[in-house]
């Protein structure tokens, strides 16, 4: 089946180290998107690619860093310089700049982070 | 940045009634979609409706879009227990980079049974 995978559901982290997400697609959709959910909040964009190889930081990119090398694989990383990293993460795809006006986005299933 | 602002925050209905949530943004757009999320899970994309459309129907959903107002309306008709989750508007902006989506911070719906 066509979809968006995440993994971990859940992650524990210790102060100080890194952690990295996983998220795979199978839509052969050229844009993907990771967001933060905090408890009663809507998404905020951290960083997003068009194309492979490239990316762009969003609303709130401090203390996260991404790679793009393949188009299937958009893995997002937490590190250390991110103060308040507890959230539920959330990757997305569309067909972006090929989407022309319908750039309806697909999810993931979600990661919830919680530092310990 | 926030554009998609929905009203109410929280929305509690009987089974069987109509419920309705309003979104408001405020700068120009190529499209405004709406997205659900149940407790915990990913978004699932409900309909998208484009800038030069007024109205769409997709089963018991239907949706509206005034953009002289710069808002949007969902409406549940004959709602069920299953339709409790979060609702929330995204918002693809003219002159935005193509495809990202500003959401807002979404209506709790419950539905009791």
């Known amino acids: 089946d066509g979809g968006i995978t995440q993994s971990p559901k859940y992650l524990f982290r210790k102060e100080g180290q890194n952690v990295t997400l996983s998220c795979e697609q199978n839509?052969?959709?050229?844009?993907m998107y990771w967001y933060r959910q905090d408890p009663g909040q809507g998404l905020r964009l951290i960083y997003y690619?068009?194309?492979?190889?490239?990316?762009q930081k969003g609303d709130i990119a401090e203390g996260y860093s991404v790679s793009r090398e393949k188009k299937e694989s958009f893995p997002l990383t937490v590190t250390s310089a991110q103060k308040n990293p507890t959230a539920f993460y959330l990757c997305?795809?569309?067909?972006?700049?090929?989407?022309?006006?319908?750039?309806?986005?697909?999810f993931g299933q979600g990661t919830r982070l919680t530092v310990v | 940045s926030q554009q998609g602002e929905e009203d109410p925050q929280a929305l509690s209905i009987q089974e069987g009634e109509n419920a309705t949530m309003n979104c408001s943004y405020k700068?120009?757009?190529?499209?405004l979609q709406w997205y659900r999320q149940n407790s915990g899970r990913g978004l699932v994309h409900l309909i998208l409706?484009?800038?030069?459309?007024r109205e769409k129907h997709s089963g018991r959903l239907r949706v509206t879009l005034d953009t002289s107002k710069k808002s949007s309306s969902l409406l549940i008709t004959a709602s069920r227990a299953a339709d409790t989750a979060s609702y929330f508007c995204?918002?693809?902006?003219?002159?935005?980079?193509?495809?990202?989506?500003?959401f807002g911070k979404g209506t709790k719906l419950s539905v009791k049974p």
């Open positions: 997305a795809s569309n067909r972006g700049l090929g989407g022309r006006l319908d750039t309806e986005a697909f």
């Open positions: 839509l052969n959709h050229d844009a």
């Open positions: 690619s068009q194309i492979v190889n490239d990316f």
């Open positions: 700068t120009s757009i190529n499209n």
């Open positions: 409706i484009r800038s030069n459309e």
């Open positions: 995204a918002t693809d902006l003219v002159g935005g980079s193509q495809g990202n989506l500003i």
